[in-house]
T-cell receptor
Framework: QQQVKQSPQSLIVQKGGISIINCAYE??????FPWYQQFPGKGPALLIA?????SEKKEGRFTISFNKSAKQFSLHIMDSQPGDSATYFC????????????FGSGTRLLVRP | ETGVTQTPRHLVMGMTNKKSLKCEQH?????MYWYKQSAKKPLELMFV???????ENNSVPSRFSPECPNSSHLFLHLHTLQPEDSALYLC??????????????FGPGTRLTVL
């Protein structure tokens, strides 16, 4: 029940296309859903996060869509750029123990020029 | 130095060696973390310290021993490791260990290889 399942494992998109990464969770007590971006040789960095009181959050080209009833959330990268090539991790936690982030297994995104 | 720094960046050790990983955060945070990142597996939370007190220990083998002498420094002492312990070890910090906006800031990691 603590797992966060992430798909696909890898994704190749042409420049200018839309990248979509999906995550699903089981624990209904989760109320914080961040996405982290990791470049080779670097640690993960927070990209965008959402709480379940909204169904969508947009920051620039990055959008999180959240479906509480389906217990799913997804990251959409619009107008994908080669510089977006990285590994993306979804995660989930509870507000009262937000240090305990449960991460998905990651998606390696390659954006071709 | 800014953010979260980790040393060394790469470490190769034999199964009988003893070594230590070091992490330092320059963000004024009160919580620090050790994660293990293996290929094609989710990041695994190993230890959490909040105000120098260990608050999480995720059934990590005793061959990994954390130490947090103050809120800015975190160590991971390694001894008699196994080849399956080869991984990227990430340190992170955050303002606290609970609350609505508890963003974790990660260091670049130490790539550990156990021969």
């Amino acid at each position: 029940q603590q797992q966060v399942k992430q798909s696909p494992q890898s994704l190749i998109v042409q420049k200018g296309g839309i990248s979509i990464i999906n995550c699903a969770y089981e624990n209904t007590a989760f109320d914080y859903f961040p996405w982290y971006q990791q470049f080779p040789g670097k640690g993960p960095a927070l990209l965008i996060a959402i709480r379940p009181d909204v169904s969508e959050k947009k920051e620039g080209r990055f959008t999180i869509s959240f479906n509480k009833s389906a217990k799913q959330f997804s990251l959409h990268i619009m107008d994908s750029q080669p510089g977006d090539s990285a590994t993306y991790f979804c995660a989930a936690s509870r507000r009262d123990s937000s240090y305990k982030l449960i991460f998905g297994s990651g998606t390696r995104l390659l954006v071709r020029p | 130095e800014t953010g979260v720094t980790q040393t060394p960046r790469h470490l190769v050790m034999g199964m009988t060696n003893k070594k230590s990983l070091k992490c330092e955060q320059h963000l004024g945070h009160n919580a620090m973390y050790w994660y293990k990142q293996s290929a094609k597996k989710p990041l695994e939370l190993m230890f959490v310290y909040s105000l120098e007190e260990r608050v999480e220990n995720n059934s990590v083998p005793s061959r990994f021993s954390p130490e947090c002498p103050n809120s800015s420094h975190l160590f991971l002492h390694l001894h008699t490791l196994q080849p399956e312990d080869s991984a990227l070890y990430l340190c992170a910090s955050s303002q606290g260990r609970s609350g609505p906006l508890n963003e974790q800031f990660f260091g670049p990691g130490t790539r550990l290889t156990v021969l």
